[in-house]
DNA sequence: TAAACTCATATTGGATACAATTTATATATT
DNA sequence: AATATATAAATTGTATCCAATATGAGTTTA
């Protein structure tokens, strides 16, 4: 039996879920997931009718989904030219770092006095974990452990601000290959903040905090001039 | 003679520029400043068909701009709902002062030493301009204040990051009124801003826009809470 | 040969058309 | 009369279509 005429838009997403009016967030996420891990390098451009064959859509939510990814800084357009991939530079990681230790400083001493005790037991359990897993978990691990204990500062927008900027490094940190020989002092002052945070000593567990991540940047920015060479 | 069929697309933007691709732009600074000036209050819908009416183009453009006031934190999307212009509320004008001091603190420390005697200067002429200008002039007086002395910190997403912060204040600046009874105390700290930075004394001007910071939000605060009524 | 021009092609920006979903209204049912 | 159900209108989400601009090959001209 031959196809009724009706029948034009007929044309179904490729991935699975395909409610209504989500297909944007998922082509979103996977647009960063692919600038943060390197599929997509600084520079690329970004064809909207290539990405619209890959996710066997139309353009209009790949325009959707690019606009927000500007507002995110990880591409930029220019007029009648298109999007392309951010460029990335060892300026930019210090600033970046620059701003964590601003930003998560202060949601920690927010934090802090809010912080129940299963809150940093389940902080501990994470950071047992991390120690043991192998490299490929460490990323996701390290990211719920600060989680647990800046989440209870109850700060939306700051909140939001945070994760941005951890996004935004992470670039970085693929780049930087930095994972393996900062992982023993990562852990050590892990530990450390854990302990500040039990004592609700707001101003250690800062401390201890910038100084966890101003090191982690220092790291990659290292890695990243020293290792100029892609 | 009758209109020929042919010419379809001819409706062209009612507003000026009309270049190709910056009608978005336009639309997103227009819709911004809506929700800032309270022409837009919280919680109210924006329906794309209207907007696109208002504006004279069709709903693709205004989608653009949506999309980018959502990145920015003034409207949020409800799935086949629309977009709404986001609530105010005490906590969210706390959170926002909470981040203004650490994003501009973080700003000044790094432009003091950066900063030249002609910038300095000009921010002194701003100020002097400020005492003396009616109140319509007094608030893009003092952003250009601030602007002076903290762009010489060069680091373009942190000037972003407190540029969206200063418009999300703006919302409640209009809400409270707070600027009449303030001015005054505003004035004083400038001043003592002014000389720390002539001294390149960090510390201190970061001690003076903390507490100028600070003070402007808990006035505006206090007036959000004790006015509680609309 | 190198620069400038012409034309063809590709790509974005925007308008329109249609489908999916929600919201409002009217009708039926208990 | 109140609730539930069906139906219509409105609105968003997506696809397709058209226009404006940019890109690049080939040609002409100095």
């Given at each position: ?70 507002a995110e ?30 930003a998560?400083?202060?949601a ?39 989680r647990?204990?800046l989440l209870?500062c109850a700060r939306p927008r700051l909140l939001a601000h945070i994760e941005n900027l951890e996004n ?63």
């Open positions: 039996m031959k196809e009724d005429a009706t029948q034009r838009n007929t044309q179904s997403p490729a991935n699975g879920s395909g409610r209504h009016g989500e297909q944007a967030l998922e082509i979103l996420e996977a647009l960063r997931a692919d600038i943060i891990g390197g599929e997509l390098t600084a520079g690329s451009l970004l064809r909207q009718q290539l990405l619209a064959e890959r996710f066997g859509v139309s353009r209009m939510p790949i325009r959707e989904a690019l606009y927000r990814l500007e800084g990880f591409i930029s357009f220019t007029p009648n030219k298109g999007a392309m991939v951010a460029p990335i530079s060892a300026a930019d990681l210090q600033e970046i770092y620059e701003m964590r230790v601003a998560e400083t202060l920690l001493r927010l934090a802090v006095p809010e912080l129940t005790n299963a809150q940093i037991g389940r902080a501990e359990d994470l950071q047992i974990q991390m120690e043991e897993a192998p490299v490929a978990e460490f990323g996701s691990l390290n990211a719920a452990f600060h647990t204990l209870p935004a490094a992470d670039r970085y940190l693929r780049v930087t290959i930095a994972t393996l020989d900062y992982a023993g002092k990562s852990h050590k002052e892990h530990r450390a903040l854990l302990e500040a945070c039990r004592r609700r000593d707001q101003n250690a567990a800062m401390d201890c905090l910038r100084q966890h991540i101003e090191e982690g940047g220092e790291t990659m920015y290292r890695h990243l001039t020293e290792n100029a060479s892609k």
